[in-house]
């Protein structure tokens, strides 16, 4: 309550007014947390004793048969010969222990649970590693594990209406969608609008996505962007055509979804409890030609529109 003069209309301020206000209160928010659109675009496989073990035919070109015999010519003699040593893949876990002591969660959780909220925010921040991982790991991600002839490099440096029809043609059968950073996405919608060509956009999830010949540009922020260069990847998906699968360990204690386990450890003497959370995930790319990149992709190119209309 402030007094200006003598005589002066008194009034509450809102500081304090807002002292005796039930005022609205949200979740907490983090603002590192994405769509995650790639973990919902694969198809997820289900791995036992947490190994899957990839079998490939050994020189396919050496399968013999042929067509239109019309004479007494012998058939030709043939087998499918496997790879010998097979890659194995074993799941990665992403994991950490969540400590909420028992005073917090027992003076502190109104209007908000906030065991819940805690073990909501590291589960959220957990898959934002997996998404990370599944893209960049040096072992299984996907960044890493493109064959060498499924590797080209834009013309230009800016990514042209060509170099995506270039990639195209190494992943022609069923391809699903580009993944690459949003800020590639820009650069190609730039492009396109100077050649006069806007791509059409599709709607996924309930949001709208640029498209080229039909494929979705899905962004994730996770695909790396190094001296303002970066990549776009073109993903053929699911078993069913030979293409990247995710793999996931089912049937965990305390499961909370697919590969993610949350257990309660107990409460230690410091009246701490404890949660383990585990994430155990890979990725396979069953073919080589189910998977593709276009490399040195600069973002930051802009253009004089003023100039490209005249």
């Not at 973990?39 to 190994?51: K, R």
């Not at 492009?191 to 999830?205: I, K, Q």
């Not at 189910?290 to 253009?303: D, F, G």
Request: with cysteine.
């Amino acid at each position: 309550m402030t007094l200006d003069k003598p005589g002066s209309q008194l009034a509450l301020s809102d500081n304090a007014a807002r002292q005796l206000a039930n005022a609205t209160k949200t979740a907490p928010q983090i603002a590192t947390i994405t769509p995650r659109w790639l973990v919902h675009l694969l198809q997820w496989v289900p791995v036992e004793a947490g190994i899957f073990r990839l079998n490939k035919v050994k020189n396919p070109s050496k399968v013999e048969v042929v067509c239109g015999n019309r004479d007494e010519t012998d058939l030709p003699q043939t087998f499918v010969d496997y790879e010998e040593k097979p890659r194995e893949y074993i799941l990665n876990t992403v994991g950490t222990i969540l400590d909420v002591h028992t005073r917090i969660s027992d003076l502190y959780s109104s209007p908000h649970d906030q065991i819940k909220e805690q073990l909501r925010l590291t589960i959220e921040t957990i898959k934002e590693q997996q998404e990370g991982e599944l893209i960049n790991s040096k072992d299984y991600g996907l960044l890493a594990n493109v064959d060498k002839s499924q590797r080209i490099s834009t013309r230009t440096g800016a990514p042209q209406p060509d170099d995506l029809d270039e990639l195209i043609t190494k992943v022609w059968k069923e391809p699903a969608f580009f993944l690459t950073h949003p800020l590639a996405i820009a650069a190609f919608g730039r492009e396109c609008t100077r050649r006069g060509v806007p791509p059409p956009t599709v709607s996924l999830f309930g949001s709208q996505f640029l498209t080229w010949r039909g494929l979705p540009l899905i962004p994730s922020d996770k695909v790396p962007v190094q001296n303002g260069k970066t990549s776009i990847l073109l993903l053929r998906v699911g078993s069913q055509r030979q293409g990247v699968v995710g793999l996931f360990q089912p049937g965990l204690a305390g499961e909370q979804g697919m590969g993610l386990s949350v257990r309660f450890m107990g409460i230690g003497r410091n009246a701490i409890s404890s949660y383990l959370i585990s994430l155990y995930c890979s990725l396979a790319v069953l073919t080589e030609d189910a998977l593709a990149v276009l490399e040195n992709v600069e973002v930051t190119k802009y253009h004089d529109y003023r100039d490209t209309y005249k």
